[in-house]
Nanobody
Framework: VQLQASGGGLVQAGDSLNLSCEVT????????MAWFRQAPAKERKFLAA????????YFGSSLEGRFTISRDSAKNTVNLQMINLKPSDTAVYYC???????????????????WGQGTLVTVSS
């Protein structure tokens, strides 16, 4: 399984941005996918997850309802829609996937089996 994240860039505070993660290889072997982010000098933080088959979603705290996760099974992509972006959202955003063998989606990055390369989001004030 390979993950390819895209969609990052430089935006202004209040803007919206949509990140996409394409899954290649064996997407049918995945239980769930998630988005994390890592700001400079900070730990990687869970944002949201979605199960591959049922589309059940889970969100981390402090997102204030600004982030939405969705999947397109036909295109093998998972998207993270972000609205009303703030400078504090500046980070490298990573998509990750957990194998069916684990059977659950968690907020712990240690329990994800596959990672994309990250895409940088910079929000200017």
């Amino acid at each position: 399984v390979q993950l390819q994240a895209s969609g990052g860039g430089l935006v202004q505070a209040g803007d919206s941005l949509n990140l996409s993660c394409e899954v290649t290889g064996r997407p049918f072997s995945l239980y769930a996918m998630a988005w994390f982010r890592q700001a400079p000098a900070k730990e990687r933080k869970f944002l949201a997850a979605i199960t591959w088959k049922r589309g059940a979603t889970y969100f981390g705290s402090s997102l204030e309802g600004r982030f939405t996760i969705s999947r397109d099974s036909a295109k093998n992509t998972v998207n993270l829609q972000m609205i009303n972006l703030k400078p504090s959202d500046t980070a490298v955003y990573y998509c990750a996937a957990v194998d069916n063998s684990r059977g659950r989606a968690t907020m712990s990055d240690a329990e994800y089996d596959y990672w994309g390369q990250g895409t940088l989001v910079t929000v200017s004030s």
